[in-house]
């Protein structure tokens, strides 16, 4: 659920941001580590070089008391002065390296250096040692052991530290640095018993051997070590090669080797204590060799800290160059992370726009295009499918497919409408048909029920007659109502202003129940005459509503009134009403008529508010349902100023036309003779020309008198006449004969004249065979 709520830009912000933020994590650990390595580095180069200078001390104070121990030991009782300082120099020396080993260990955590308890029993052992060497009865060879114990301890440390070394190239460095004090402490040892054999005479307890061993050794390994130095060392292990001290060395140390050193087959046996000797002279003095000797030394010294200066540059160096290596890690990393973030935001707003776009042009479609094409497919206009199909270039992706998806569901949409419009065309086309062809029977019919009314005097068939008029009118009016919903017009039209008195009676008269219908006040105006048979209609199917649902016994009541907008006409009935969902409906219906079609009709069998609607919405007249107080319902009629005759139009109408209690509508002029409706079922044009001035009638020698019906719209009382009286929706002036009559042969009756005339006829002869009719007679009859 809370996916379905992230829109698509969060969704892919969120799928680069992920891996964006486990990068920067990485990258923060990497760079983290390489900071933590290169402050070890830096800690561990600080270190090393703190314990350059103490490490060389310790390793030449070990090597002076070692010297002056077994010349000692050897019987030269002059080294005794000496001893106390070099011991007291070894001290202080070995004090400092341990403390800076023990740091160095602190920096990456391994083991440098003597523990306390080891501390302790080398103090223990060392006072030992010192004591029975002052003392004499030190051994040589233990002495000699304890001593290069003490510095192979420190040279193997040397070498761990080469190996615990943050940096490899550091490590090297201080590996190459051990072999070289390797070396160093070979020939140191080399000199010592050398001193040691010369001041013994070749006595001295330690086999000549071991002499031997260290003195190849240190000769031997100089020159190899010197190939893989750097070259400013090789540089140095050469020039010392080429000094004249260690030639003087080299040749004191044959010749010792010479004199003391007694040939395999001429050495004694091994349990013999002491070695038999040559007596040969030596190529210099032991103050001379002693010289030369330290000479030599301080060459050593001087390589062995140029080396490790070397090395600690290289320490610097490492850790300079991981603290950079750190810093661009972790700014590259970040950077990489940013760049990665924002490449993904630019997609996604790329994403975003192009789906945002094609949202707009979808929408486009949906709210214009095909609203657009569907009102050109209902005004009757041609589209062709392929030019309306829209055309979404979005690519060939998968936003290029959906629009591609929406390309042809919006010409299936169209391919669609236009298939239903040319399917509804035909249905109204059918429509239209079967209405026009429901005309030509209706005005058949009417014609011949006008002949036989003309021909017939038996009052019981002339109600027969009547009553099958009224329902052929009504017929008429229903095949109109199928012209006007499939999109035509009725043939019905006036020229002249009509009032609207009349306008309300011809629509009542058109009514079943027109008997139940109550005229009250109706304003002094006209109504223009091309509106007059739609109003008619429009009043009509109102009035018909009112009197159907609404009790046979209760009375509906038309009225009228002017206002700012025009004339209103109410029609009130007493019936069940409406509910108010109802009255909402059915009024947003009459503002807005829906399109007409067989699931319209289907859906509502009011089939006469949706002719009101059509033809309210035609000419700009507004139509209103609302509760009447009688709890049934009041239609308001808002006839606008437009549709109402002005001065100038009423002045070309006879003054019989415009009073106030006109008799009737004048006879509808019919736009198209029968004979054509028979041959065409196509609508019939509604435009024609002025009627011309009808033939006077002569009446009937057995036509009685009749006297024009009386409506008495101040009273509650109902029509003297219940039905229509014939000649009665006559103008006045058509029932007098013309001034200047032209001979010409006498036109048929319309069958509306010939439906008048005989009503007429037959209202006549009801009122002749009445007998002082009373208002309840009159209410019966009707």
């Known amino acids: 659920m809370f996916l379905a709520r992230l829109g698509v830009r969060t969704r892919i912000l969120a799928i680069a941001l992920i891996p964006s933020v486990t990068l920067v994590v990485i990258g923060v650990g990497a760079a983290g580590y390489l900071v933590n390595e290169s402050d070890k580095a830096k800690s561990w180069a600080n270190e090393l070089e703190a314990a350059i200078a103490p490490g060389q001390e310790l390793v030449a104070a070990m090597q002076s008391e070692r010297a002056l121990t077994l010349s000692l030991l050897a019987g030269d009782k002059s080294v005794a002065t000496a001893l106390p300082a070099a011991r007291s120099r070894v001290d202080a020396a070995f004090d400092v390296v341990n403390a800076t080993m023990a740091r160095a260990a602190e920096v990456n955590g391994t083991k440098l250096g003597d523990s306390e308890a080891e501390a302790a029993a080398y103090k223990t052992a060392q006072t030992t040692v010192r004591g029975a060497a002052d003392a004499g009865l030190l051994p040589p060879a233990d002495a000699y052991m304890f001593f290069n114990q003490v510095l192979d301890r420190f040279i193997v440390g040397t070498k761990q530290a080469g190996l615990e070394s943050p940096n490899a190239e550091v490590g090297i460095g201080i590996t190459e640095g051990g072999r070289l004090l390797n070396i160093i402490e070979s020939m140191s040892r080399s000199n010592a018993l050398g001193s040691a054999l010369v001041t013994s005479e070749g006595t001295f307890a330690i086999p000549i051997d071991e002499y031997i061993n260290q003195t190849g050794y240190f000769q031997t390994a100089f020159p190899a070590i010197g190939r893989e130095l750097v070259e400013s060392e090789a540089n140095q292990i050469n020039a010392m090669l080429a000094m004249p001290q260690w030639q003087q060395i080299t040749t004191m140390n044959s010749a010792i080797i010479a004199r003391y050193g007694a040939p395999a087959a001429a050495k004694p046996s091994s349990s013999t204590s002491s070695t038999q000797v040559r007596?040969?002279?030596?190529?210099?003095?032991?103050?001379?060799?002693?010289?030369?000797?330290?000479?030599?030394?301080?060459?050593?010294?001087?390589?062995?800290?140029?080396?490790?200066?070397?090395?600690?540059?290289?320490?610097?160096?490492?850790?300079?160059?991981?603290?950079?290596?750190?810093?661009?890690?972790?700014?590259?990393?970040?950077?990489?992370?940013?760049?990665?973030?924002?490449?993904?935001?630019?997609?996604?707003?790329?994403?975003?726009?192009?789906?945002?776009?094609?949202?707009?042009?979808?929408?486009?479609?949906?709210?214009?295009?095909?609203?657009?094409?569907?009102?050109?497919?209902?005004?009757?206009?041609?589209?062709?499918?392929?030019?309306?199909?829209?055309?979404?270039?979005?690519?060939?992706?998968?936003?290029?497919?959906?629009?591609?998806?929406?390309?042809?569901?919006?010409?299936?949409?169209?391919?669609?409408?236009?298939?239903?419009?040319?399917?509804?065309?035909?249905?109204?086309?059918?429509?239209?048909?079967?209405?026009h062809r429901s005309q030509i029977v209706v005005h058949r019919q009417l014609e011949i029920l006008d002949e036989a009314e003309r021909r017939q005097e038996d009052p019981a068939l002339l109600e027969t007659l009547f009553r099958l008029d009224h329902l052929a009118t009504r017929e008429r009016r229903n095949a109109e109502n199928l012209i006007i919903l499939g999109g035509g017009r009725p043939g019905r039209q006036w020229r002249q202003p009509v009032p609207v008195m009349d306008v309300v009676r011809s629509a009542i008269g058109e009514t079943l129940d027109y008997a139940r219908v109550r005229v009250t006040k109706l304003p002094e105006v006209s109504v223009v005459g091309t509106v007059v048979a739609d109003l008619v209609h429009l009043l009509a199917e109102l009035v018909d509503n009112a009197t159907a649902f609404s009790p046979p016994q209760s009375r509906v009541e038309a009225g009228g009134n002017i206002v700012g907008k025009g004339v209103v006409v109410e029609i009130t009935d007493q019936g069940m009403g409406m509910s108010a969902d109802d009255l909402v409906r059915y009024n947003n219906m009459l503002a807005d008529p829906p399109d007409f079609g067989v699931g319209t009709l289907s859906s509502d069998s009011r089939l006469g508010l949706f002719v009101v609607a059509r033809l309210a919405v035609a000419h700009g007249v507004s139509v209103r349902l609302s509760e009447s107080d009688y709890g049934g319902i009041r239609a308001i009629v808002l006839i606008p100023q437009q549709l109402l005759a002005g001065e100038a139009e009423l002045a070309g109408v006879p003054p019989a036309m415009t009073g106030p209690l006109r008799r009737g509508l004048p006879a509808p002029q019919e736009s198209a003779p029968v004979a054509a409706l028979e041959s065409s079922p196509a609508p019939v044009a509604t435009l024609v020309a002025d009627p011309p001035t009808p033939r006077p009638m002569a009446p009937a020698p057995e036509m009685p008198v009749v006297a024009p019906p009386r409506f008495d719209t101040d009273t509650d009382e109902r029509p003297a006449l219940p039905r229509r009286s014939r000649q009665t929706n006559l103008a006045p002036e058509l029932t007098e004969p013309a001034a200047e009559a032209p001979s010409a042969p006498e036109r048929p009756r319309s069958p509306e004249q010939a439906r008048d005339i005989m009503s007429a006829i037959e209202n006549g002869t009801r009122q002749g065979r009445k007998q002082q009719p009373t208002s309840n007679q009159d209410e019966q009859e009707g």
Not at 375 to 397: I, N, S
């Open 279 to 435: 007596v040969d002279p030596l190529p210099m003095s032991p103050e001379e060799w002693e010289a030369a000797v330290g000479t030599v030394n301080r060459a050593l010294v001087d390589l062995y800290s140029a080396h490790n200066k070397n090395v600690q540059t290289l320490a610097k160096d490492a850790a300079r160059n991981a603290e950079v290596n750190a810093a661009l890690a972790g700014g590259g990393v970040l950077a990489l992370s940013v760049l990665v973030f924002l490449i993904a935001l630019i997609l996604a707003n790329r994403i975003i726009r192009r789906l945002r776009r094609l949202c707009n042009q979808t929408l486009l479609l949906a709210d214009e295009q095909l609203p657009a094409t569907m009102r050109t497919l209902r005004e009757g206009g041609e589209v062709d499918t392929d030019a309306t199909a829209p055309k979404l270039d979005f690519g060939k992706d998968e936003i290029g497919q959906v629009a591609m998806a929406f390309e042809h569901a919006a010409a299936a949409a169209i391919g669609a409408a236009v298939d239903e419009a040319r399917t509804r065309e035909g249905v109204r086309a059918v429509f239209l048909n079967i209405a």
